[in-house]
């Protein structure tokens, strides 16, 4: 529901059938308390309630969501004919998508309110919809809020979700960026298939517009950059493909029936036909070359405006494979794995993206399982950290993907049994309200500090270069100024950059409370404090050491305590039990320092289980 200076409008219509149109018809609507009534003219009653001084519906990290109670009756007379109950929210939305020195933007606006999306691509939760429930919706969206996600695009390939999916980002302040059912083909617009689309396209606007969380309409995924690029326009000769529905009939039909919300015609998507589709100086780009062809790293070579897909492949957690493949002796290359891998060469992919950064693990399932996990969290990290320090020239990330439909190596953050993939608890870094950066810009390092929270960010940012083994060889404390909903970025001193395979900086500065943190003797990692690492050269390259830690079990907490530095270490609480689950994914010791890893769903705790279960990086052999 839309907003109108200080007032609230609900604007409701209903359509009676010709041939049952009696004398007498009145609509009566009920919100906020606020009643309203309008006589039904001929087929058509439209009733609009004014809610005056309305408490807004924000996205979540913003403000409240505020959802009010709809109540619209038909009556004959004095006797009530039917009656409709919705929940509404009331905000505006709006995208920016003007000109400026960078190109063209893609920004998203909610009640003034310019936003960094911070999000994920949903597709379908099981390969059968009809297992999906109302409670496994809110569990896998109540995961993505606690991740920090504050958008979720429902994507072309998958499906109009139901009346449950919605109502539970209502709730819990998730935008969402709503495709039209259109990816990766060309489809014809001959009758009668034009007439079905857009009979459905008509039925699912209506039924979804009440929903305060829904922002964006998008005509299709990838079919734009598709025509361009994938050699449809040669092959097509001129047949119908599409394009009318994106640039003509969708927009058409939200212009018509939701015109509060924007419409976009594709994702990616340029804005005009005198740009290339995937422009990334212009709307919404895809940035899949990396993944295909090059190094995570290069996802610096750019800042596009809004990047609406990318990721990085890792298999599931080794309960679930263990679930799928029960009787395989599991190898990368085994026929299960093989099977439940449908990447275009896939697994050389993975491969080649492993040997850029680490020595790869020879015959160790494990090792290999980890690594390519950890792998795929610094992926999506070094997109992430890049294009959100370059707020407001970029507006947002969409992660590719949240969630999966079967056991199957792929992008997810959660896998297809629900387990909590590394790269999920890096999201939770990734995407909070504050995040602490190392970056190099233009050959020199520099610490780039995120702030979406609504405060300022200021305070003491301590730098520290350390080598392999812990000692200190130069310290230096800078102050953190960053505004509100901004951006600092600080240049590291020279003399402090780290050189070699034995040397690393650390930088650490104040976050937000957090209620995790450790206690105890010893120095914690974690709590309230935000932490960035660089080191100079690739992890196969640094020297590492034989890392050395101690491990003690308490109830339902596993506390890790470093005697040398442990990077990336990892509990992988499947491992435990197939129903456990960790807190935290990978963390980052320094000697002396240590974590408390908080366990659900393990029943026997053990110490030496728990030790098993832990991987960390360990030096080259």
């Avoid at 004959?76 to 960078?102: E, I, Q």
């Avoid at 960094?116 to 379908?124: D, E, L």
């Avoid at 909590?420 to 909070?432: D, G, T």
Wanted: proline share 6%; aromatic share 8%.
């Amino acid at each position: 529901m839309t907003v109108e200076g200080d007032v609230g409008v609900v604007e409701l219509r209903v359509d009676v059938e010709r041939t049952r149109v009696e004398a007498g018809l009145v609509l009566e609507a009920r919100v906020g308390g606020r009643r309203a009534r309008a006589e039904v003219t001929g087929t058509h009653g439209v009733v609009r309630v004014e809610v005056a001084d309305p408490d807004l519906w924000w996205p979540r990290g913003y403000g409240e969501q505020t959802l009010y109670d709809v109540e619209l009756t038909l009556h004959h007379g004095s006797a009530p004919l039917d009656v409709w109950r919705r929940r509404v929210g009331f905000r505006s939305v709006g995208l920016d998508t003007s000109a400026d020195a960078h190109g063209s933007g893609f920004t998203l606006v909610v009640n003034g309110e310019r936003l960094f999306a911070r999000g994920v691509n949903w597709i379908p939760d099981d390969v059968f919809p009809s297992r999906v429930t109302r409670e496994r919706y809110r569990k896998r969206l109540r995961q993505a809020a606690h991740a920090g996600v504050d958008l979720v695009r429902v994507w072309g390939g998958g499906i109009y979700e139901s009346e449950d999916f919605y109502d539970a980002c209502d709730e819990l302040g998730l935008l969402v960026w709503q495709d039209f059912p259109f990816a990766c083909a060309a489809y014809p617009e001959e009758q009668p298939l034009r007439g079905e689309v857009e009979a459905e396209a008509r039925e699912n606007v209506v039924r979804l517009m009440p929903h305060p969380s829904l922002v964006l309409w998008n005509g299709n995924n990838e079919n734009l950059w598709g025509f361009r690029d994938w050699g449809w326009e040669e092959r097509l000769t001129g047949d119908s493909w599409g394009e009318g529905y994106y640039l003509g009939m969708l927009p058409r039909v939200v212009g018509e029936l939701d015109p509060t919300r924007p419409y976009t015609a594709g994702s990616p998507w340029s804005g005009s036909w005198e740009r290339h589709p995937n422009d990334p100086a212009h709307g919404t780009h895809h940035s899949w070359e990396v993944w295909n062809r090059q190094d995570y790293a290069e996802y610096r070579s750019e800042v596009p405006r809004f990047v609406a897909e990318f990721g990085w492949q890792a298999p599931p957690a080794h309960a679930t494979l263990r679930r799928a493949l029960p009787d395989e002796e599991l190898a990368a290359d085994s026929p299960g794995m093989l099977h439940h891998q449908k990447a275009e060469d896939g697994n050389g992919k993975l491969e080649r993206g492993l040997a850029r950064h680490f020595p790869l693990p020879q015959g160790d399932f494990d090792r290999w399982h980890y690594l390519t996990q950890v792998n795929q969290a610094r992926a999506v990290a070094t997109g992430v950290e890049h294009w959100r320090s370059h707020w407001p020239v970029c507006a947002g990330t969409i992660v590719w993907q949240l969630n999966d439909c079967w056991p199957v190596t792929s992008w997810a953050a959660i896998d297809g049994d629900g387990r909590e993939k590394p790269l999920y608890h890096e999201l939770r870094r990734l995407y909070a309200d504050r995040l602490l950066t190392l970056q190099v810009r233009d050959g020199r390092l520099v610490s780039a500090a995120v702030n979406q929270s609504a405060e300022p960010w200021t305070g003491p940012l301590t730098l520290r270069r350390l080598t392999v083994e812990g000692d200190v060889v130069g310290t230096a404390t800078l102050e953190l100024a960053v505004g509100a909903r901004s951006v600092g970025v600080v240049p590291v001193p020279a003399e402090l950059e780290p050189a070699g395979a034995k040397e690393f900086l650390v930088a650490d500065a104040g976050g937000l409370p957090a209620p995790d943190a450790s206690g105890g003797a010893g120095r914690a990692a974690g709590g309230g404090r935000l932490r960035a690492v660089h080191f100079p050269v690739a992890d196969r390259d640094f020297a590492l050491p034989r890392p050395e830690f101690t491990v003690d079990v308490t109830g339902g907490a596993v506390t890790v305590t470093a005697r040398t530095l442990v990077r990336d270490l990892l509990l992988q609480a499947d491992r435990l039990d197939p129903g456990a689950r960790a807190d935290r994914g990978l963390v980052t010791l320094l000697p002396g320092e240590r974590v408390t890893i908080g366990v659900e769903g393990w029943e026997t705790p053990d110490a030496a289980a728990a030790r098993a279960a832990l991987y960390c990086q360990e030096p080259a052999r």
